[in-house]
């Protein structure tokens, strides 16, 4: 499956930006989907974790209560809207797909990614 993320963007902390990761090749509800973010000199690290259905959600605590995980199989679409942004969230924004069975894959585990997308928050 090939995965295009976009969205990315300059904001002011506080301020609010929509990723999208829009999937192709194969059938999209056939993958658990995550986001993930690295900033520089820092590993990359799980941001949300989607079922396939799109019923199941986690985040890390750091953006809980900030950003929602989303899909539309039917547009095979996966979303990040993120709120109440803050300078630390500063980083690019990667999105994959995982096509095993483990309730909760690590970074390792995701089978496809997409190109990151930037998201850098002023203070």
């Known amino acids: 499956v090939q995965l295009q993320a976009s969205g990315g963007g300059l904001v002011q902390a506080g301020g609010s930006l929509r990723l999208s990761c829009v999937a192709s090749?194969?059938?999209?509800?056939?993958?658990?989907l995550g986001w993930f973010r690295q900033a520089p000199g820092k590993e990359r690290e799980i941001v949300a974790r989607?079922?396939?259905?799109?019923?199941?959600?986690t985040y890390r605590d750091a953006v809980e209560g900030r950003f929602t995980i989303s899909r539309d199989n039917a547009k095979n679409t996966m979303y990040l809207q993120m709120n109440s942004l803050k300078p630390e969230d500063t980083a690019a924004y990667y999105c994959?797909?995982?096509?095993?069975?483990?309730?909760?894959?690590?970074?390792?585990?995701?089978?496809?990614w997409g190109q990151g997308t930037q998201v850098t928050v002023s203070s």
């Open positions: 994959a797909a995982y096509g095993g069975w483990k309730p909760f894959p690590g970074i390792a585990d995701y089978d496809y």
């Open positions: 989607i079922s396939r259905s799109g019923t199941g959600t």
């Open positions: 090749g194969r059938t999209f509800s056939d993958y658990r």
